[in-house]
């Protein structure tokens, strides 16, 4: 097969790994729902709109890059998770993917609850008014101050994740006269079918308490006797961008099954559990994720089979979906800057942003679709690589992509699917300001997170 259009002329099934695209798409210009938030289209010229607002406007309102967000559709994932699970279940949305102000507002009045895992976090929700019962305190190494701080503010639940801060957080509750609600993580021993550096729930890493070998029964054992803590159940996380749910019904599986033991060693029944978040969304075509209903069913359907087998009563189930909630409402704007055809290759595309604005492509392999936003384009598709303005050569935004093979600098192209771990894991490598979050909802647009700027990197700089 060859792709005679490309002035680079590659062999593109030859250059292509397996598993990548292997063939253009039959229309350039078609956006898939699957990975595009739900108000984006195209305008009678072609360009690129989100809830009816041109995506040229924005890059001249607010510059590129931008990480462009849909309230509505934010708000309507939101729902459906909360929706999906009912009043007998919470949700918390796992705040690491993505949390402003804002987001913490649209989550109260969406009645969502929130997970935090850091004192930053936390000072965020708290600064936007979420009320402290109903957030989630999660981390490997909550630090004293930080326990302090959401002892004092009465967050709903702290996640234990070792023996130490069991001790730790049962003497700071005690001090403060006051009686914890807490959680204790588990690690169930299932091996996620994910990136090796987002799964969490095989034993031979640094979250929570193994299973294995009756550790976590012995640290519930530990945490009953002590006076500063309620415990209420029990969590585990089994990792992220999760597709199959076979990892969780083998997790629920065994959570009921430490319940199980927990009954018939204290006579008790913990009346909680979590099993974490991890639901994968689509960033390309060939994803397939599943509905919060469907997830819903099949959660509460695994736990209430287990438990009836074990002869519990149901626990309340929650859930923390981060990246499933805020992933697919975002899409990053940049501007092309050069474009460099190579020799057999594929053509290089650079952009005004890259490893800084989003690092997933570098760190875990990610794979992301693009389209150009600024206009359509019949010219025939060219195989690109997207890549940064950064100085390493693994600076990759989309490593295979088609984009129109008359593409030009000045430009503007658009990555869908950037809403979680993008913004959240931004950084100021080689000290490139970190773009504004730019909110769009019923025909407005507005900053939520602004653009640094230099004199923000300089103000730091106090040597
Ligand atoms: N709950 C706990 C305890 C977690 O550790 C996480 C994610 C979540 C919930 C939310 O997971 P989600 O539904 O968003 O998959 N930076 C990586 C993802 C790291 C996830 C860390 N924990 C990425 O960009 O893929």
């Known amino acids: 097969m060859s792709?005679?259009?490309?002035?680079?002329?590659?062999?593109?099934?030859?250059?292509?790994?397996?598993?990548?695209?292997?063939?253009p798409p039959a229309d350039l210009n078609a956006l898939d729902p699957k990975v595009w938030?739900?108000?984006?289209?195209?305008?009678?010229?072609?360009?690129?709109?989100?809830?009816?607002?041109?995506?040229?406007?924005?890059?001249?309102?607010?510059?590129?890059?931008?990480?462009?967000?849909?309230?509505?559709?934010?708000?309507?994932?939101?729902r459906a998770w909360r929706t999906a699970f009912g009043s007998d279940a919470d949700v918390f949305y796992a705040g690491k993917a993505f949390?402003?102000?804002a987001v913490v507002r649209w989550l109260h009045e969406e009645g969502l609850n929130l997970d935090v895992c850091s004192g930053g976090e936390l000072a965020t929700a708290l600064s936007a008014g979420m009320p402290a019962d109903r957030i989630a305190f999660h981390g490997n190494n909550k630090s004293p101050a930080e326990i302090e701080r959401?002892?004092?503010?009465?967050?709903?639940?702290?996640?234990?994740?070792?023996?130490?801060?069991?001790?730790?957080?049962?003497?700071?509750?005690?001090?403060?006269?006051?009686?914890?609600?807490?959680?204790?993580?588990?690690?169930?021993?299932?091996?996620?079918?994910?990136?090796?550096?987002?799964?969490?729930?095989?034993?031979?890493?640094?979250?929570?308490?193994?299973?294995?070998?009756g550790q976590a029964a012995e640290a519930v054992r530990r945490a009953l006797q002590l006076d500063g803590l309620e415990v209420i159940g029990i969590h585990s996380h089994i990792g992220s961008q999760i597709f199959d749910m076979s990892g969780f019904e083998v997790a629920a599986h065994r959570v009921v099954g430490l319940?199980?033991?927990?009954?018939?060693?204290?006579?008790?029944e913990l009346p909680e559990i979590d099993l974490g978040g991890g639901l994968g969304i689509a960033y390309t075509s060939d994803d397939d994720p599943r509905e919060p209903h469907e997830i819903a069913k099949a959660l509460t359907e695994i736990v209430t089979r287990e438990c009836e087998a074990a002869r519990l009563s149901t626990p309340r189930?929650?859930?923390?979906?981060?990246?499933?909630?805020?992933g697919p409402t975002a899409f990053t704007l940049y501007e092309v800057g050069t474009v460099k055809p190579l020799e057999g290759l594929r053509t290089y595309v650079s952009v005004d942003g890259g490893m800084s604005d989003n690092i997933r492509t570098a760190l875990y392999d990610a794979e992301y679709s693009v389209a150009l936003a600024s206009r359509s384009s019949d010219a025939e598709p060219?195989?690109?690589?997207?890549?940064?303005?950064?100085?390493?050569?693994?600076?990759?935004?989309?490593?295979?992509a088609?984009?129109?093979?008359?593409?030009?600098?000045?430009?503007?192209?658009?990555?869908?699917?950037?809403?979680?771990?993008?913004?959240?894991?931004?950084?100021?490598?080689?000290?490139?300001?970190?773009?504004?979050?730019?909110?769009?909802d019923g025909g407005g647009a507005r900053v939520i997170v602004r653009r640094e700027t230099e004199e923000d990197l300089l103000r730091l700089d106090v040597g």
């Open 3 to 23: 792709r005679s259009a490309h002035p680079a002329g590659p062999r593109y099934a030859d250059v292509l790994p397996e598993g990548h695209y292997s063939a």
């Open 37 to 78: 938030a739900r108000t984006v289209g195209r305008d009678e010229h072609g360009v690129l709109t989100v809830g009816g607002i041109d995506v040229k406007q924005l890059a001249e309102e607010f510059g590129t890059p931008a990480y462009i967000l849909d309230e509505a559709d934010f708000r309507a994932r939101a």
């Open 99 to 101: 949390l402003s102000r």
């Open 150 to 213: 959401a002892v004092r503010a009465g967050v709903g639940r702290i996640v234990l994740d070792s023996f130490q801060e069991i001790v730790r957080v049962a003497h700071i509750a005690q001090s403060l006269g006051k009686r914890q609600r807490v959680q204790i993580r588990i690690t169930v021993g299932v091996e996620a079918h994910t990136h090796e550096f987002i799964a969490t729930a095989h034993e031979d890493q640094k979250f929570g308490i193994p299973l294995a070998g």
């Open 259 to 268: 319940l199980r033991e927990i009954r018939d060693e204290h006579g008790i």
């Open 317 to 326: 189930i929650s859930v923390e979906p981060g990246r499933a909630i805020v």
């Open 382 to 400: 060219m195989l690109c690589r997207v890549v940064g303005k950064h100085c390493e050569s693994g600076d990759i935004v989309v490593r295979d």
């Open 402 to 440: 088609f984009l129109p093979g008359d593409l030009a600098p000045g430009d503007l192209i658009a990555v869908p699917a950037t809403g979680a771990y993008c913004r959240s894991m931004a950084s100021n490598y080689n000290h490139v300001p970190r773009p504004p979050v730019v909110v769009v």
